[in-house]
């Protein structure tokens, strides 16, 4: 049996500049275009971003031990040159507390390689801006 790749979002316009994106589960988000608290759209790519590596190394070091904190703050330039609007010198920082101990000491040994391994094979998100996919825009 062939497996189903296909994912997709539906969204749809609720106000001037407000938008309410929802996907197959039954799962709602609202945002905006920065007018407000709703995250933008931008935001909720840095947020796609450090929340695939967070799921990724979650997974990974809580194998170990449970995390006493478990933060990742992710940052970037919004500019404006020759190729449009994009985000440049994206950063995604994890800060991770393991309890003493030896489960501990073995999620800390664990988090380095972790962290590559979801920058470098394991997040989709990341993986798909670092390989710079194209994207098909048309309408009806």
């Known amino acids: 049996m062939a497996e189903d790749t296909k994912r997709s979002v539906h969204i749809e316009r609720t106000a001037f500049g407000r938008y309410r994106a929802s996907n197959v589960r039954g799962g709602e988000l609202e945002f905006g275009s920065g007018e ?11 947020a796609a971003l450090g929340g695939c590596g967070a799921i990724d190394v979650d997974f990974i070091t809580a194998r170990r031990a449970e ?8 940052s ?13 010198n994206l950063d995604v920082h994890f800060q991770v507390a393991f309890p003493d101990g030896e489960a501990g000491d073995a999620a800390r040994e664990r988090l380095p390689q972790a962290i590559t391994q979801s920058h470098e094979r394991l997040c989709t998100v990341s993986r798909t801006i670092e390989l710079g996919t194209p994207v098909n825009a048309h309408g009806d």
């Open 36 to 46: 407000d608290t709703d995250f933008t759209p931008v935001e909720l790519l840095l």
């Open 67 to 74: 995390p006493e904190s478990f933060t990742v703050t992710v």
């Open 76 to 88: 970037g330039d919004k500019i404006h040159d020759e190729h449009g609007n994009h985000v440049t």
